[in-house]
């Protein structure tokens, strides 16, 4: 069975800083590709970052978290993470993890999903 259980998350001031980690189980996490989305109420789901399976490759859009967050992995450890600097009231989500074998940005893709965990930052 694969589990993603992501952890991390908290209530921060605008301006700081939290660390994302997600850690797979019951998969080859080597084999797959490894992204963050999130959701804040009411709105749609959003792509934050993806890395490709050795971690070569990792993109992070949209521009509203480009240079603010960056993704990673130690396949070692089984772990994805997500480290988010200088947060916005805007970076308030719930912020999931997700694992296909394919690289993309599509939510509608992945085949594996965290449970997520919140992040809400203060102004």
């Known amino acids: 069975q694969v589990q993603l259980v992501e952890s991390g998350g908290g209530l921060v001031q605008a301006g700081g800083s939290l660390r994302l980690s997600c850690v797979g189980s019951?998969?080859?996490?080597?084999?797959?590709?490894m992204a963050w989305f999130r959701q804040a109420p009411g709105k749609e789901r959003e792509f934050v970052a993806v890395i490709s399976r050795s971690g070569g490759r990792a993109a992070a859009l949209p521009d509203s978290v480009k240079g603010r967050f960056t993704i990673s992995r130690d396949n070692a450890k089984n772990t994805v993470y997500l480290q988010m600097n200088s947060l916005k009231p805007e970076d308030t989500a719930v912020y999931y993890c997700?694992?296909?074998?394919?690289?993309?940005?599509?939510?509608?893709?992945?085949?594996?999903w965290g449970q997520g965990t919140q992040v809400t930052v203060s102004s």
């Open positions: 019951g998969l080859s996490f080597s084999s797959y590709a």
């Open positions: 997700a694992a296909d074998v394919v690289y993309g940005m599509d939510g509608e893709q992945y085949d594996y």
